[in-house]
């Protein structure tokens, strides 16, 4: 089963691409990695995600020599944990916490983020054992939110806020104890070209490698 820590070792993102298509699967691939990302999900209301995910699979496979962790978001049952699993995803990210789709996920040897907005939630995506937890709504989860929860969940919590995080933010959450970070919009819009995802890309790690130095 595939650990989260060391794909987010180096640079703690994970990139949601909402809406990208399987004819930009590829080069989204090779942009993110080349700006050093490690981890990318592909949303599962994006058009033909599961194509997009194989390919994505593939390439980085084939041309990258495996070096990305390639999952899928917006899994809301376990019949789409089969379908990301069959289709080579190793990452399964929810917006909700369902119990009966984390153990799925891990049942078939996928690391887990599944999305919790209380504390409550937050101990039961882990009773289920999940690998981490996507604090979502970011924008209502803000860094005093992180502290508090940092205060009472277990210490080794992967915290992984969602949703409104950018450049300007990154450092006041990771003060507060976050671990990592989901980034949509601010690194992928659907019909964003490539050099401007790549810009985008630099510009967040380079906010990331400041705040954290």
């Not at 942009?31 to 980085?60: C, F, Q, Y």
């Not at 996920?105 to 054992?129: I, M, N």
Request: with cysteine; net charge neutral; hydrophobic share 50%.
């Amino acid at each position: 089963m595939p650990d989260l820590r060391p794909w987010l070792k180096d640079l703690p993102f994970i990139a949601i691409l909402r809406g990208i298509t399987p004819a930009e699967a590829e080069g989204a691939v090779g942009t993110l990695a080349e700006a050093g990302w490690h981890v990318i999900e592909v949303p599962l209301n994006s058009p033909d995600a599961l194509e997009t995910l194989r390919r994505m699979v593939k390439h980085a496979r084939d041309q990258l020599d495996g070096r990305l962790l390639i999952g899928a978001g917006t899994v809301l049952n376990v019949a789409e944990v089969d379908a990301i699993a069959a289709a080579g995803a190793r990452l399964m990210v929810a917006p909700n916490c369902a119990p009966d789709v984390i153990r799925a996920a891990r049942a078939k040897g996928l690391a887990t983020a599944p999305g919790v907005a209380t504390p409550t939630e937050g101990f039961a995506a882990l009773d289920a054992g999940a690998d981490a937890l996507k604090m979502f709504p970011g924008e209502l989860l803000p860094p005093l939110a992180v502290k508090a929860w940092r205060a009472v969940l277990p210490p080794q919590t992967l915290l992984l806020p969602v949703g409104g995080v950018g450049p300007d933010n990154i450092e006041a959450y990771l003060k507060a104890g976050a671990n990592g970070f989901g980034i949509g919009t601010s690194v992928y819009r659907p019909g964003m070209r490539l050099a401007e995802m790549a810009s985008a890309a630099r510009k967040l790690a380079d906010a990331y490698r400041t705040a954290s130095a």
